[in-house]
């Protein structure tokens, strides 16, 4: 009898792990399992500071409606208000910013050392910043006429700077839109929007060539989630009609209606764009490190569109968004930082500084950040490792001076800290245990993170110089 219950144990094992490494089959699922190693996604890679840009007809009442202060996001107002559609496009007729320059904001961009920025080209209101054919919902029927895409484009480019699309597939404007499919009549007027949609993205990807990736918005509800099929159809039809095009995460649905991550936890589109408004856990969540990721934020907490109040919630300093930047870099992931202009095509004073601010020190140590990613190395109190793929060299970025004035390190098995510098200063490196050491860093004065630029080598096997503990 033992000898029977041994063996049955060992057959439910068994199948239970073949049942646990059994793939759920799939239509619409991942495409791959691995990162891309192509050059567009290797540039997308390596610009790691974007700048995102949510503008459309949500700027001109800047989260007022009739007196009122909505503290909700401003670019939902027209929700949050319960305002009537016909009522919001009417703001169509008010958009005329008159201080609008493209290479105003490309050169603000570039000296705040964004490599890359994305671009709102139609926000869950349906207006567009675009002269779309597919409606009369856009920017060639305002006052001002004039293409913004494509003023953006060109400025941006020329500064050396890529753009990227937002498009979001949510759409008040559109009157076959559904949030949910519950009836034939749905399913109908559905497929009409979605042949909208798509004919909107070809257009967006077809007149504006250097376009370099879509990040996809308002794909959460039901009604999307049962069209896993077409999402999988545009990711195809953008990467055909534009070879090396990148595509968020959040566009994509499972034959399941799974999002991001299929059913069988494989990441879709070639990155993950989960992460709004907060970063992974600098410690506990190193798995990020596996695919490519992208992080959204805003400047106030609940802000992404212009509003004109933002004493309503925290408003993050220029060195808080610098440590988002870098904590993010650290992580293999890129870092997206938000920016609201107002109706007229101007960016508020704070945006200014923050802008300023982090262009001063990327001017510096942008090397830090730009082409740069996970170090594998264990993270310390005192801030982040970065360090470009394959190089001896590694980026300690110091935001939190123990009193002591000892950063400690821990190295990998065989590596050997050979100098520690800050420019031209050379600092004391001391090994103190098997596999760590303390850098000696004597600055009386920190005003924003420090870099301190660690030369390596592999060394041998360093013998019983250290004693095991024995507990």
Same mark, same amino acid.
């Given at each position: 009898?033992?000898?029977?219950?041994?063996?049955?144990?060992?057959? /439910?094992?068994?199948?239970?792990?073949?049942?646990?490494?059994?793939?759920? &089959?799939?239509?619409?699922?991942?495409?791959?399992?691995?990162?891309?190693?192509?050059?567009?996604?290797?540039?997308?890679?390596?610009?790691?500071?974007?700048?995102?840009?949510?503008?459309?007809?949500?700027?001109?009442?800047?989260?007022?409606?009739?007196?009122?202060?909505?503290?909700?996001?401003?670019?939902?107002?027209?929700?949050?208000?319960?305002? &009537?559609?016909?009522?919001?496009?009417?703001?169509?007729?008010?958009?005329? #910013?008159?201080?609008?320059?493209?290479?105003?904001?490309?050169?603000?961009?570039?000296?705040?050392?964004?490599?890359?920025?994305?671009?709102?080209?139609?926000?869950?209101?349906?207006?567009?910043?675009?002269?779309?054919?597919?409606?009369?919902?856009?920017?060639?029927?305002?006052?001002?006429?004039?293409? /913004?895409?494509?003023?953006?484009?060109?400025?941006?480019?020329?500064?050396?700077?890529?753009? *990227?699309?937002?498009?979001?597939?949510?759409?008040?404007?559109?009157?076959? !839109?559904?949030?949910?499919?519950?009836?034939?009549?749905?399913?109908?007027?559905?497929?009409?929007?979605?042949?909208?949609?798509?004919?909107?993205?070809?257009?967006?990807?077809?007149?504006?060539?250097? @376009?370099?990736?879509?990040?996809?918005?308002?794909?959460?509800?039901? =009604? /999307?989630? +049962?069209?896993?099929?077409?999402?999988?159809?545009?990711? +195809?039809?953008?990467? =055909?009609?534009? #070879?090396?095009?990148?595509?968020?995460?959040?566009?994509?649905?499972?034959?399941?209606?799974?999002?991001?991550?299929?059913?069988?936890?494989?990441?879709?589109?070639?990155?993950?764009?989960?992460?709004?408004?907060?970063?992974?856990?600098?410690? +506990?969540?190193?798995?990020?490190?596996?695919?490519?990721?992208?992080?959204?934020?805003?400047?106030?907490?609940?802000?992404?569109?212009?509003?004109?109040?933002?004493? @309503?919630?925290?408003?993050?300093?220029?060195?808080?968004?610098?440590?988002?930047?870098?904590?993010?870099?650290?992580?293999?992931?890129?870092?997206?930082? *938000?920016?609201?202009?107002?109706?007229?095509?101007?960016?508020?004073?704070?945006?200014?500084?923050?802008?300023?601010?982090?262009?001063? !020190?990327?001017?510096?140590?942008?090397?830090?950040?730009?082409?740069?990613?996970?170090?594998?190395?264990?993270?310390?109190?005192?801030?982040?490792?970065?360090?470009?793929?394959?190089?001896?060299?590694?980026?300690?970025?110091?935001? *939190? +001076?123990?009193?002591?004035?000892?950063?400690?390190?821990? @190295?990998?098995?065989?590596?050997?800290?050979?100098?520690?510098?800050?420019? *031209?200063?050379?600092?004391?490196?001391?090994?103190?245990?098997?596999?760590?050491?303390?850098?000696?860093?004597?600055?009386?004065?920190?005003?924003?993170?420090?870099?301190?630029?660690?030369?390596?080598?592999?060394?041998?096997?360093?013998?019983?110089?250290?004693?095991?503990?024995?507990?």
């Amino acid at each position: 009898m033992k000898h029977t219950l041994t063996a049955l144990a060992l057959a /439910i094992t068994f199948a239970g792990s073949t049942q646990a490494q059994t793939k759920t &089959p799939l239509q619409y699922g991942a495409q791959t399992t691995e990162k891309r190693s192509d050059d567009a996604m290797q540039k997308w890679r390596s610009n790691r500071f974007g700048q995102f840009i949510h503008w459309g007809l949500y700027a001109i009442p800047g989260g007022v409606w009739n007196g009122k202060t909505y503290n909700y996001a401003a670019e939902f107002l027209k929700s949050s208000a319960r305002i &009537p559609t016909s009522t919001w496009d009417s703001l169509m007729y008010q958009f005329n #910013p008159k201080e609008f320059d493209a290479r105003a904001w490309a050169k603000m961009a570039k000296n705040m050392g964004a490599r890359y920025m994305t671009i709102t080209t139609k926000h869950h209101e349906g207006f567009c910043l675009w002269p779309s054919q597919y409606t009369s919902f856009h920017i060639g029927n305002t006052p001002f006429r004039r293409d /913004i895409l494509k003023e953006l484009v060109e400025a941006y480019n020329a500064e050396g700077i890529d753009v *990227n699309f937002y498009y979001s597939v949510l759409d008040w404007h559109h009157p076959d !839109w559904r949030y949910d499919i519950q009836s034939p009549a749905d399913s109908i007027a559905f497929r009409r929007f979605l042949t909208f949609a798509g004919n909107q993205l070809k257009e967006l990807a077809t007149n504006y060539p250097t @376009v370099k990736a879509f990040w996809f918005d308002g794909t959460w509800d039901s =009604s /999307i989630k +049962k069209n896993g099929w077409w999402t999988l159809e545009m990711e +195809k039809m953008l990467k =055909s009609v534009r #070879p090396g095009m990148i595509v968020n995460s959040r566009l994509r649905a499972d034959d399941f209606g799974k999002r991001h991550f299929d059913s069988n936890n494989q990441l879709m589109g070639d990155y993950e764009s989960g992460y709004e408004r907060r970063l992974p856990n600098a410690v +506990k969540d190193v798995k990020v490190t596996q695919w490519d990721w992208e992080a959204c934020m805003t400047v106030p907490e609940n802000q992404w569109g212009y509003h004109r109040d933002w004493s @309503v919630s925290h408003v993050k300093s220029p060195l808080e968004l610098l440590e988002m930047l870098v904590h993010s870099t650290s992580m293999g992931g890129n870092f997206l930082l *938000n920016f609201g202009p107002d109706g007229n095509g101007g960016f508020r004073k704070e945006e200014l500084h923050i802008a300023k601010t982090i262009g001063n !020190w990327m001017q510096q140590h942008g090397n830090v950040i730009w082409n740069c990613g996970y170090a594998g190395w264990e993270k310390q109190d005192w801030g982040y490792f970065t360090r470009q793929e394959g190089s001896a060299v590694v980026n300690m970025i110091v935001f *939190n +001076k123990p009193v002591s004035g000892l950063l400690k390190v821990k @190295v990998p098995n065989n590596v050997k800290i050979l100098t520690a510098r800050s420019g *031209n200063k050379a600092w004391k490196v001391e090994e103190i245990a098997k596999n760590e050491y303390y850098i000696h860093y004597t600055a009386k004065k920190m005003t924003g993170p420090e870099v301190i630029v660690l030369e390596t080598e592999k060394a041998g096997q360093q013998g019983d110089k250290y004693q095991e503990a024995k507990t």
